[in-house]
């Protein structure tokens, strides 16, 4: 769409062109199934497998460690249910945290049902788990530690390598879902102590359906999927290997000259901050203040509605979320929110901008403006808010 801005880069982000030149031939001249043994197969074959080389050396992975899947929440259901299933003769404790993505509570729901138990671990104000609560959760029947690396809805990054640790020592597998973190931070699995990690290309400027997840060599861990003898035996199913190949360049692109990139996202997301709280009263930023991810800002307006927010934002030609594109529709206020102590009146009233490579200043500037006239527009019709301006 001309003049549109685009500012929510945490639900999805555009496929690079750099990266779509890379697929197109795996579309129609490189068409081949990696699975039949003549050339145009191996073609495939060799594509699907530099791909996951150009993964590993993301994560400084072995190659062997990768295994492809259809997304995120995919790779959360394996890691959960493949480690649960796997290792319930040693126990069939799980913690994990109340601000998770919903592809791994929805999971962890499932799991109780099927006689697991799990513990699900506080936040502070800012998002953050508590290591102590966490070590004072583990028990001689816990088995997996599953805590997201950077949340999808405030942007809070968590004490990964402090998570490894404790899991290492107490000797429990250690899952994080990266899906935000990946491309925006540098993730060494290895010296965080990361046994299993999940991944999705279209967060990092690939494209939507595929997603990997790293599992540690020596692993317990089931399949998932089951059929062909695909992935090594793990997760059956003919590769999506134009979506392989475009994963495998687009992290290859995210993590080139990385530091520069987040540099110009924070000096965007910080005066995207700074703007919004010079031109709006009774708002409050959501998540921790520095230790965020460099585009996500997370904010809330009392005395409006966040639906009414988007949909006046879309008019003005603006996309941003209310949180997780996974519960749009959902007339529940983010839980996310709630954990971190947020009221539902004012949870209600959540907005989150989530910029990408390319936004610009210009843009910021504009949205900042539109915001600004939508929330004085719609805090007019509000009588809450008629009502403290009259006790101001």
Not at 109 to 131: A, M, P, R, S, W
Not at 175 to 202: F, K, P, W
Request: hydrophobic residues 40%; glycine residues 8%; proline residues 3%.
């Amino acid at each position: 769409m001309d003049n549109y801005i685009y500012m929510d880069n945490s639900a999805t982000t555009p496929v690079k062109e750099e990266v779509l030149k890379e697929m197109l031939p795996y579309f129609t001249k490189n068409y081949g199934n990696p699975s039949s043994i003549y050339s145009l197969g191996n073609q495939s074959k060799n594509a699907v497998e530099i791909a996951r080389e150009k993964i590993a050396k993301a994560l400084n992975a072995k190659p062997n460690e990768i295994f492809f899947t259809a997304g995120g929440s995919e790779a959360d259901n394996w890691a959960l249910k493949g480690v649960a299933y796997a290792n319930r003769n040693k126990g069939n404790h799980i913690i994990t945290s109340k601000i998770e993505h919903h592809g791994i509570l929805h999971t962890c729901e499932y799991l109780e049902k099927q006689g697991f138990q799990v513990t699900y671990l506080d936040v502070d104000e800012y998002g953050v788990v508590n290591l102590k609560q966490l070590e004072d959760a583990i028990t001689d029947k816990t088995i997996l530690i599953s805590i997201m690396f950077a949340n999808n809805e405030i942007g809070t990054i968590q004490p990964i390598k402090e998570i490894g640790r404790i899991a290492k020592e107490k000797g429990i597998y250690f899952h994080t879902d990266a899906v935000q973190a990946i491309g925006h931070i540098r993730i060494d699995v290895n010296e965080l102590n990361i046994d299993l990690l999940s991944l999705a290309a279209h967060k990092f400027y690939g494209p939507k359906g595929v997603g990997a997840l790293y599992i540690r060599q020596g692993v317990k861990i089931d399949t998932l999927i089951s059929g062909g003898a695909q992935e090594r035996n793990r997760r059956a199913g003919t590769e999506n290997v134009p979506g392989i190949v475009g994963m495998g360049k687009a992290i290859e692109l995210a993590y080139e000259n990385l530091e520069e990139k987040n540099a110009r996202l924070i000096s965007l997301r910080d005066r995207l901050i700074k703007k919004i709280f010079d031109n709006i009263d009774h708002v409050r930023l959501n998540g921790h203040p520095t230790n965020r991810l460099p585009g996500n800002v997370n904010v809330c307006f009392e005395f409006i509605e966040g639906e009414s927010l988007l949909l006046s934002l879309d008019m003005e030609g603006i996309a941003a979320s209310s949180g997780s594109a996974c519960t749009s529709g959902s007339l529940e206020p983010s839980h996310v929110l709630l954990a971190i102590g947020l009221p539902h009146e004012v949870a209600h009233g959540s907005l989150r901008l989530s910029l990408g490579e390319f936004n610009t200043e210009e843009e910021v500037d504009y949205v900042v403006e539109k915001l600004t006239e939508i929330v004085t527009r719609l805090r007019a019709m509000s009588p809450l808010y008629e009502n403290i301006k009259e006790v101001k």
